[in-house]
């Protein structure tokens, strides 16, 4: 069993197996959070939030029940950050989906406590001798996590290279919410998009974007916020040097061909940014490409 406990002033900071905070997990290593704000469950594979819950006690991320969190497989559900690249691999298609980031180890590097009770977190990723045979550009990776009453995420990419490196990349936020026909999300109104559900065709959002069956969507350059209502409930998502929004709900169907969402395809949607397709870039050695993300609940 893994434990090792940090206890700040006001906080706590407890590594912990997986399987001492979800039933029929694995041994794989998770960071608890506890703090006067908010409770977070982050794992060190992939430095992916799994869980966050504000002091209101109403928790914002979905993680599959189904989960079995095995090392070197992606976990289906929190923020995995999918780099070096977001989906598909446009130079060579047969690589893995989402890039290797998100099944790798990442270190936890430093934590802080701020005097507000907030907590900063920051994780460090370092390409490996493997990864470049796949990747052929060093680069490392950092991502700052600030706990509050929301949730900050700051990713920050260097290209440790001696060329120039293409980069796309998301944090892929799976939000837990009541079910999907009430559901809307504002913010995407009037944008083109590519439609991963009709081979990537170019479509525009006329209207709110609502839940029925599967939705794959990607609206590139948009930035702002997204705001997801879900009752009384509102979710926004915003992000900065993050310009493509990626909206993804499998639906009956699909989903029943995905192990780890099956039945309960309903009880999430994903609402991710990054930069993808025509925001994929090249970025150059020697450069950073600093992008942030925050998740805020209100309720009516
Ligand atoms: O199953 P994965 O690799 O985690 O991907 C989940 C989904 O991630 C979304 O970002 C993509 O738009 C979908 O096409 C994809 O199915």
Known sequence: MITDELELTSTKV???????VYPNAGELPVIECITPKCRAV?????????????????????LSP??????????RGGIPLCLPWFGVNRREPALAKHGFARNQSWSLDNVTETAGGDLALRFL??????????????????????????????LSVLNSSDKAMPLSFAMHSYFAVSGLSALALDGVDGAEYLDN?????????EETLRFSGEIDR??????????????????SVKGTACDTVVVWNPGAVLADTIADVGAHFAEY???????????????AP???????????????
């Open 66 to 75: 189904l989960e079995t969190f095995e090392y070197g497989k992606a976990i």
């Open 269 to 283: 949607v994903c609402v991710e940014r990054g930069m993808a397709f025509a925001d994929e870039f090249l970025l």
């Open 197 to 205: 559900c009709q081979n990537l065709t170019q479509c525009r959002q």
């Open 42 to 62: 982050i794992a060190l594979q992939g430095a992916q939030i799994l869980s966050f819950c504000p002091s209101d006690g109403h928790e914002l991320l979905w």
């Open 14 to 20: 407890i590594l912990r197996a997986a399987c001492d």
């Open 286 to 300: 020697g450069q950073r490409h600093e992008a942030s993300m925050t998740l805020a609940a209100t309720s009516t």
């Open 218 to 235: 990607v609206y590139e350059g948009l930035s702002g916020t997204q705001t997801l209502r879900d009752g009384a409930r509102a979710i």
């Open 125 to 154: 990723f370092q390409s490996s001798a493997e990864d470049l045979q796949v990747f052929p550009w060093a680069f490392s990776a950092r991502l700052d996590v600030l706990l509050s009453d929301t949730l900050a995420l700051n």
